[in-house]
């Protein structure tokens, strides 16, 4: 939604609450659940510089955003060394599709070459990495499953796991208020149920329809079965099932 907010605390307060947390009720694991856990640089830095001061042989989790540049993203090879010392064992990021012209058309603010350092470097320090990826985006071709294909095939032993998922459109968001106001710009894509639970519809995009296409799929979907059945890292096995 174009009206999301965040809200962030203080390094300190963080620090403060995951020392307490330890000190009461014994823990040494744990998971963060923000969204973008380095889009707060101070409060990761803190994390970095501080996580093992504060608790001794912590061990956590967090999903991060790559984005489009290095620059200072939190997540050069440099800091992500630091984050395993700190006691970081898994990160997620949204990798999304291994095709440029994909990411671009969703927005996504990510270049897959910067993607690609990130997980190569989070892997070669002892980071398990998890990565989500969206197949059936609008005018998404054969192609742009090829390359997803090819990114996910060239980094299977730098991604533990895999969650694939297929687009769907939820009323509220952006691209539904697009659709519905400049329909003649996704030509081919139908609505072809209603889902008022979860206030998304379902949808078809007939150009999808492509037999290579459907290869495609089938290129991509071999990918992730290729890294989906590797061993759970072990550093990161008591997290299975977290995030």
């Known amino acids: 939604s174009a009206h999301r907010t965040f ?21 040494d694991l744990f998971a963060f659940t923000d969204l973008k856990l380095n889009s707060d640089l101070q ?26 540049t290095r620059a200072r993203n939190g997540l050069s090879g440099q800091e992500l060394e630091a984050a395993r ?33 990130a997980i190569r470097d989070a892997a070669a320090n002892g980071i398990s990495v998890r990565v989500t990826m969206i197949v059936g985006y609008p005018f998404e071709t ?24 297929r687009f769907f459109i939820r009323r509220g968001t952006q691209f539904y208020r697009d659709l519905t106001t400049h329909p003649e710009q996704y030509e081919g ?14 949808h078809e ?7 290579a296409y459907r290869r495609g799929i089938d290129e991509v979907l071999r990918a992730t079965f290729r ?8 550093s990161a096995r008591e997290f299975d099932g977290v995030m």
């Open 7 to 27: 809200r962030s605390r203080s390094p300190k307060n963080v620090l403060d609450e995951i020392e307490y947390q330890a000190n009461r009720f014994d823990a």
């Open 43 to 68: 409060v990761w830095d803190a994390l970095l510089n501080e996580m093992q001061v504060r608790v001794p042989g912590a061990r956590w989790l967090g999903a991060v955003h790559i984005g489009a």
């Open 85 to 117: 010392a700190a006691g970081m064992v898994r990160l997620t990021t949204g990798l999304e599709s291994g095709s440029q012209r994909t990411l671009d058309r969703m927005k996504k603010g990510a270049k897959v070459n910067v993607s690609r350092q």
């Open 142 to 165: 054969a192609d742009d499953l090829l390359r997803t294909a090819e990114v996910l095939n060239e980094h299977s032993s730098d991604i533990e796991r895999v969650t694939l998922s």
């Open 189 to 202: 894509i139908r609505e072809t149920r209603i889902d008022p639970r979860f206030s998304f519809f379902d």
């Open 205 to 211: 995009d007939q150009a999808h329809r492509d037999p």
């Open 227 to 234: 890294i989906n059945r590797k061993p759970i890292c072990e």
